[in-house]
């Protein structure tokens, strides 16, 4: 509300009337679908997205995007935000965020209750065909998981404890790049 106050001439042309309050805002947002303030993040993050310029310490060798979704849970006081319930007596959202890796900006941002499992939120992701998408082992899940096979894009996941596997092939490692990588991690 203060940075809009230089332009209290153009209040009438703006749509606030008289005057603002918090209490104007508050009625126009009651009346104001969120789907708004939605659609226009995700078109900021698309601007963003495009015109990012590449790490050049950090190349990578992928021809698909690279992406990495993982969730945090923020904490908040139930007297203010009731709908938020979590437990009894303590309130809270996630923020699920799928994290382009060579950007280094989120392609997709969704907040949900901190009640809603984590694995629910791969149903609301877009699989680009050929793209690589990085998980942690909370998101062990296979019917979801094939769902990222069928759409022609690949995963990688942290395996659970008691993961039962079976190695079925191995390929060739060249020497060189195992060496380049070992030694560029440290």
Same mark, same amino acid.
């Given at each position: 509300m203060i940075s809009i106050e230089p332009h209290k001439p153009k209040y009438y042309h703006l749509g606030f009337?008289?005057?603002? &309050?918090?209490?104007?805002?508050?009625?126009? !947002?009651?009346?104001r679908d969120c789907k708004i303030y939605e659609e226009y993040a995700?078109?900021?993050?698309?601007?963003?997205?495009?015109s990012s310029i590449v790490d050049q310490d950090f190349q990578l060798n992928f021809d698909g995007n690279i992406y990495a979704f993982d969730f945090t849970t923020i904490d908040l006081c139930l007297s203010v935000f009731w709908w938020a319930k979590f437990r009894t007596t303590k309130g809270g959202i996630k923020l699920h965020t799928l994290y382009d890796v060579k950007t280094s900006i989120p392609a997709f941002?969704?907040? &949900?209750?901190?009640?809603?499992?984590?694995? !629910?939120?791969?149903?609301?992701?877009?699989?680009?065909?050929?793209g690589y998408y990085i998980f942690d082992l909370g998101y062990v899940d296979y019917k979801r998981l094939f769902r990222i096979y069928q759409s022609s894009a690949f995963f990688v996941v942290r395996a659970k404890d008691n993961l039962q596997f079976r190695r079925m092939y191995s390929n060739k490692v060249n020497k060189k790049t195992e060496y380049y990588w070992t030694r560029s991690a440290n």
């Open positions: 009337g008289k005057g603002t &309050s918090r209490s104007n805002f508050a009625n126009a !947002n009651e009346k995700f078109y900021l993050i698309d601007l963003a997205r495009k941002i969704h907040v &949900s209750t901190a009640s809603v499992y984590d694995v !629910n939120a791969l149903e609301l992701l877009y699989y680009e065909p050929g």
